[in-house]
Structure formats: C-alpha cells, structure tokens
C-alpha cells in the first residue's frame, strides 16, 4: 500500500478544517465526481490512527458498498461490504462495515454496538430524509459515535424533516467545507464541462379524463399537464425519443474516436421504460447496452462490468443516480419524468468526472426542452460559461440565464397526480433541437511535486486486538496473526471480497466432503471449524479461511 496519497487542494483544504474542527459532526458538500470519497478516507485513516476504533460508512445503494469497500482498501482499510447483523461478531480483520440507509432503519440497534466511539461517514446524507424511521434509525445508531463525516454532493434544504447530525440555518443545511462546480472546474482537471443539447417536440395525448392536448415544450402548462406532455416525449410509442436517441448515440460514436472506451448512460423512467430503450438502441444501431435496474440482483456486478469495460451503452433506473464511479461516461440521455433538481444535479454528477490523459474531454447529457429541466441545466451551464469563458474557452450559445428561468412560470414543482398513469400516449415528435459542440480548456495542474498536495498516510490502523462492544472478545481473544493474511487479496477487490470468494470455496469442500463421507453438512462444517479454530465461518479472518480451506482439500485428499 502506498505511503503517501496525492489529493486535489480542496481535499488538503477540507482535511486541514476537518482536522482543525471542534464537536462531534462535520458536513463537507463538493460537486459529484471531486473525490469525496478520496477525502472521507483520508479523513478516517487520521482519525483511526490517532485513536483505534471502528469505522462504519452509509451509503444510499447497495452497489455502493462494494464501491467503498474496494475505495478503502486502496488505503489500507478493510470495511465488510455485506455486513449483516445475522453474521454476528465482525472478525478482527475488518476494520468495519458499509452499510445502506435502508439497512440502518432495520439494524439500527446492532449497529450502534458497533458504532459506539467509531468513526462514521454518512454518505450523500441527504437521503436521510427521505424516511422519517431513517433519520430516527441514523440517531439511535450513531448518536454514540466518536466522530461523524456527513457528505453530500449538492447543497439540500430541509423541505420536509431535517437530518440528524447537520446543522441547519433557516431551513438550509449549512456545510462545515463547500467546493462547487464552478470552483471545481477553475481547478482544472478535476471535473469536467457538461453541455446540454436539449429538444423541444410537439406532443399530443389523452389525459385520464379523456380530454385530448396538445403542447410543445415552450407552451405555458400546469402541473399535471406538464408531467403529462413530459411523460409523453420520452413514451417508447412516440418518435421523439428514438431521434433523441439516435443524435446522442451518434455524439457518442464520434467522442469514441478520441476515447475509444468512452460510455453513454441513459437513465430511464422505469424498469419497463429502461429494457424498452435497450431494445430501441440494438435494433436502430446494433449496439446491445447494459440493463441495470432495482428488481435484477445482479445490478451490481453488470454496472461494475459496465464501468471496467468498453461496452458503448448503459441503460439504469436509478441505479447510477448518484455516487456510482464510472470515469469514462461521456454521454447521457436524461429519459426519466423526475424534474427535481437535486436528482438532476445527481444524474449530471455521473459525467463529470475527470480522466487524465485524454485532454479535452466535455461530456453531453442530452434533455428535454422542458422549462424544469432546462432551468437546471442553466443554473449548471451558467457556472460552466463563467469559467470557461474567464480561460478563454467558448461560453454555450442558445439563450440567455434570464430566457431560462423566466420560461413557463406556470410550472410549480413537484409532483403529478395520481391519474397520471391513466393518460394515452397520441404522438410525440422531435423539433428544434439545441445541440452544443463544447470544448472545454485543457490547462495545466500544480505540478505533481507540490509537497503541499502530498498526504502521509503512515501506519495503518491497528486490526489485531481491535474491540467492538459487539465483538464479544477482548484483546487476549484474538488468535496470533488475525488480520494478517498469508496470501494478499487480489488486488481488484477488497478483502471482503476475497473473503467472500474463500466462503464459496469452503462451501465446495463441504459439500465434496459430505458426499464422500456420508456425514451431515453440520457435522462437517462443525469438524473444519474445530479444525481451523473457528465458531462460525462468517466471523473468521482470511486466514482462518484459507487455512479452513486447506483442512477440508487435505481431509478430502484422505477420502
């Protein structure tokens, strides 16, 4: 493991304040794709090292857990990413867990056993507000905790109920670090210019009552209407959104030429809607995208393949709304009806971050021309024109700041009514398509030995001896040797992972060895883990694994 790590100035800032802060709780809000992660790991190996301890991390996905796991362990820090309060005591070589909001609500008991003096990071904390039992949940789990990082990606408000742990003004949650988009593309080579080729259309549908309407994007509607005209453009029985489709795919074919690799997302509006699209996109172009969406368990493993390879196309419903890392998404196609600006904020993080070596780079999220939408791509592109434009590169053509936001006022957020789902899709045709060539500056960063952008890391937090309330052992328990691993990890994954791998395989010898033997499978498995000093597989260490391993290959070659 490195000795040192490299941050960007806004994680040697946030570290320095985050060091230097009093109290229990600390909020830092920077723009998708700035390395939040990057810095909430930082911040916990000087926190552990200066005072052992647990460290927990909540994230909003369970894709995210494996995420911050293999994130960790590039630091020396090893989390359980598919904690369970059913595995019963954390091994000791584990510094921790990552666990989801939705999790928190139903283990919150367990969790602050092990949460009691622990470092936790709450990440995109604003989710905890989503359910009341969450942020309830959150208060009786980690009110116990030594220190608590919150982080988000985008500034929130507290509309409905506020978050425990943040500190609010006026209903607004004030953050202890603030690094914006602005700031953060002045930097350069942090995060990326994002352009926002938007289409109007003439769109026409039967709302439930039966009533027949007809709207472009530029027409003044309600509410509901105006869901409905939305609805309507991305509906896969319109034409509108195949000629979307198709000016995105070809942006995409020709950014591909300077980054062969480079991916496109589109995100969907349901899980219908996004297996529609897939097959929208092989028919007209041959290309057969990724499909990952809540209900396939194997959501995870596609998105992470996705994010690894080459493959041309992603089609997600909510699965990469936010915090999910895939560098090399260039282009987007924003096909889902939610309008809220926080969730477009989120979508637009997953293109903005930056790969070095490629030099100019802009990334594309194609929209509808809806007056909501567009407004937030506005407030987005305002920051992007002012930076650009004060480097000397081209500011974005098509109206101006005051032209978006004064454009259908009768529009009021949010949400449509429930006779929604009863309207009939007529026509919808693309019109008046905006598209933007971007660019993007490409200038040069601090130079790589600036001494001020170096972090020691130092030793590692201590695993051996390690104790949680929740461990039921002390340090004289912990057989010699536990948390150090005879064979280390592959280096793709993390040790959990590499835990997991090795579970697998003892499963296998313990079925072979049932087989051969007659025996039961309690009685096997109870005989390798008196073999191997073990109470329960998913409490061992890896080399209590590996070494249960070798027991039963041994035990089987005597049979």
Same mark, same amino acid.
């Given at each position: 493991?490195?000795? =040192?790590?490299?941050l ?8 320095d ?5 009093g109290?229990s709780?600390?909020l830092a809000?920077a723009t998708p ?8 790991l930082?911040a916990?190996?000087?926190?552990l090292?200066?005072a052992?301890g647990?460290l927990?991390?909540?994230v909003?996905?369970?894709?995210l857990?494996v995420?911050w796991a293999r994130?960790a ?7 359980? @990413? ?8 954390l091994?000791p070589?584990?510094h921790?867990v ?12 367990a969790?602050?056993r092990?949460?009691r003096?622990?470092f936790v ?7 905890a507000?989503?359910e009341r039992?969450w942020?309830?949940?959150l208060?009786?789990a ?6 608590r %990082? ?7 408000r507290?509309?409905t109920?506020s978050i /425990? ?7 607004e ?6 690094y914006?988009? @602005?700031?953060? #593309?002045a930097?350069?080579?942090?995060v990326?210019p994002?352009y926002? /080729? ?9 709302s439930?009552?039966?009533q027949?309407h007809?709207?472009s994007?530029?027409d003044?509607?309600?509410t509901?209407?105006?869901n ?6 991305l509906?896969?029985e319109?034409?509108w ?7 995105a795919h070809?942006r995409l ?7 062969p690799?480079?991916?496109g997302l589109?995100?969907a509006?349901?899980?219908e809607h ?6 929208? #996109? ?25 994010a ?9 419903v909510r699965?990469?709304s936010?915090?999910?890392d895939? /560098? ?7 096909? &889902?009806?939610?309008t809220?600006e926080?969730?477009?904020r ?11 070596g ?6 594309y ?12 791509g ?7 024109r002012h930076?650009l434009?004060?480097? @000397?590169?081209?500011p974005e053509?098509g ?17 449509e009514? @429930?006779?929604?789902?009863m309207f =009939?899709?007529?026509s919808?045709v693309?019109?008046g398509a905006?598209?933007?060539d971007?660019?993007g ?7 790589d030995?600036?001494?001020a952008?170096?972090?020691e890391?130092g ?6 001896g390690?104790r949680?309330? %929740?461990d039921?052992?002390s ?7 536990a948390?150090?691993?005879?064979a ?6 993390s040790r ?7 579970r697998?395989a ?6 072979a060895?049932?087989r051969?033997?007659?025996w ?8 390798l883990n008196r073999?191997?000093?073990?109470a329960?597989? &998913?409490?061992?260490?890896l080399?209590q694994?590996?070494?249960?391993l070798?027991?039963g ?7």
């Amino acid at each position: 493991m490195p000795s =040192t790590i490299r941050l960007r100035p806004w994680q040697r800032a946030a570290l320095d304040r985050f060091a230097a802060a009093g109290g229990s709780d600390f909020l830092a809000v920077a723009t998708p794709g700035a390395g939040k992660t990057t810095f909430a790991l930082a911040a916990a190996r000087q926190v552990l090292a200066a005072a052992p301890g647990r460290l927990v991390v909540v994230v909003p996905t369970a894709h995210l857990r494996v995420q911050w796991a293999r994130a960790a362990r590039e630091l020396d820090l090893h989390l359980d @990413g598919s904690w369970s309060p059913a595995h019963g005591p954390l091994p000791p070589d584990m510094h921790g867990v990552v666990t989801t909001y939705q999790q928190v609500a139903t283990a919150a008991r367990a969790l602050s056993r092990i949460a009691r003096g622990a470092f936790v990071v709450l990440d995109e904390v604003h989710h905890a507000g989503e359910e009341r039992a969450w942020g309830e949940a959150l208060q009786t789990a980690f009110c116990s905790a030594r220190r608590r %990082l919150s982080l988000s990606g985008t500034p929130f408000r507290s509309d409905t109920r506020s978050i /425990p742990f943040v500190r609010y003004e006026y209903e607004e949650a004030r953050p202890d670090f603030e690094y914006g988009y @602005g700031e953060a #593309l002045a930097e350069r080579r942090v995060v990326r210019p994002v352009y926002f /080729p938007r289409t109007n259309g003439h769109m026409e549908w039967a709302s439930a009552d039966g009533q027949v309407h007809a709207a472009s994007f530029d027409d003044a509607l309600a509410t509901t209407r105006a869901n409905e005209r939305l609805r309507t453009a991305l509906s896969l029985e319109g034409k509108w959104l195949p000629e979307v489709l198709a000016a995105a795919h070809g942006r995409l074919r020709d950014v591909r030429r300077s980054q062969p690799d480079a991916g496109g997302l589109v995100i969907a509006t349901d899980q219908e809607h996004a297996r529609g699209i897939a097959k929208l #996109l092989e028919r007209s172009f041959g290309t057969v995208p990724v499909v990952a969406t809540s209900d396939d368990p194997d959501a995870s493993r596609r998105i992470a393949e996705f994010a690894s390879g080459s493959r041309e196309w992603l089609v997600a419903v909510r699965m990469v709304s936010e915090g999910v890392d895939i /560098p090399r998404l260039r282009v987007g196609v924003y096909a &889902t009806t939610t309008t809220t600006e926080l969730f477009f904020r989120q979508a637009v993080g997953r293109f903005v971050r930056w790969t070095a070596g490629i030099g100019r780079q802009a990334a594309y999220l194609f929209i509808p021309d809806d007056p909501r939408l567009r407004a937030c791509g506005e407030r987005i592109a305002e920051a992007r024109r002012h930076v650009l434009s004060r480097a @000397g590169g081209r500011p974005e053509e098509g109206g101006s700041p005051a032209a978006f936001r004064d454009a259908a006022p009768g529009i009021v957020e949010p949400e449509e009514s @429930g006779q929604l789902s009863m309207f =009939t899709v007529i026509s919808a045709v693309a019109t008046g398509a905006v598209d933007h060539d971007g660019g993007g500056a490409d200038e040069p960063v601090l130079p790589d030995d600036d001494p001020a952008l170096l972090l020691e890391l130092g030793q590692p937090p201590p695993l051996a001896g390690m104790r949680s309330p %929740l461990d039921g052992h002390s340090g004289e328990g912990v057989p010699p040797g536990a948390g150090i691993t005879s064979a280390a990890p592959t280096p793709a994954i993390s040790r959990a992972e590499h835990k997991a791998q090795l579970r697998l395989a003892n499963s296998a010898i313990a079925r072979a060895l049932v087989r051969r033997t007659g025996w039961s499978h309690a009685k096997v498995n109870a005989e390798l883990n008196r073999l191997s000093g073990l109470a329960r597989v &998913t409490e061992a260490t890896l080399e209590q694994l590996e070494s249960r391993l070798r027991h039963g290959e041994r035990w089987l070659a005597r049979t």
